[in-house]
């Protein structure tokens, strides 16, 4: 599978902070952020998520995905993704016979809101979700961490299931990701995890861990 994120939105800081100062009757010029500091004001719109931060589109393209995966991310219709699917109608592949879903690869772009990624992310990262669709989102979140974009690098900072938002696993069989958080974060940080940034800190170190041991074993 090959992932592309792409930025539609041209100058998505400063599209964010001249919006936020129009709340507020102030006109925002535009800024030159410093080293790090596009970053940090990222995260700061993140943790806030004010609907400002709707004004940030982009695009996250996958090519040879497994069909069955694509039907599950598709269906995340909260805060209004906009999914385009590749098509397996016979007249237009060559009048190939169907196979399983499991077995067919096709291409996939979702548009994203910063706010309705991690609305996906709240419920594929959880350990419930079919394994091969998690580690398809996991995928994503670290082609993010790699694109050296401030605004990409914050969200997959971001990006967590729901528990850590919730303090425990809502699904009806608990899926065990959070008590092991929680081990963690004992052992390793004995920081504050009823602060919610500090959570969404270190669980980012842990889905690192996790993932990391997971490969290995
Ligand atoms: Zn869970």
Not at 65 to 71: K, P, W
Not at 144 to 150: G, K, L, Y
Not at 189 to 204: A, C, E, P, Q, S
Request: charged content about 30%; hydrophobic content about 35%.
């Amino acid at each position: 599978m090959k992932i592309q994120i792409e930025m539609l939105t041209t100058k998505p800081a400063h599209q964010v902070r001249k919006a936020n100062a129009l709340t507020i009757g102030k006109v925002a010029k535009e800024k030159v952020f410093r080293q790090g500091e596009e970053h940090d004001f990222w995260k700061e719109q993140m943790l806030h998520l004010h609907s400002t931060l709707n004004k940030v589109r982009f695009n996250i393209i996958l090519k040879d995905v497994r069909a069955d995966v694509v039907s599950q991310l598709v269906r995340h219709t909260k805060k209004a993704p906009i999914p385009t699917v590749q098509s397996s109608r016979p007249d237009w592949n060559g009048g190939q016979k169907r196979k399983p879903s499991d077995e067919t690869y096709i291409s996939f772009m979702m548009e994203h809101s910063a706010e309705s990624w991690l609305e996906l992310c709240k419920q594929r990262l959880c350990r419930s979700t079919m394994k091969e669709t998690r580690l398809v989102v996991e995928d994503i979140i670290n082609a993010m961490a790699i694109t050296e974009i401030p605004f990409f690098e914050a969200l997959a900072e971001f990006s967590a299931p729901k528990c850590i938002y919730r303090y425990g696993c809502c699904e009806r069989l608990q899926c065990g990701y959070f008590n092991r958080f929680l081990k963690h974060v004992d052992s390793v940080f004995g920081g504050d995890r009823n602060d919610i940034k500090t959570r969404f800190y270190m669980h980012d170190c842990f889905s690192v861990t996790e993932q990391r041991e997971n490969r290995d074993s």
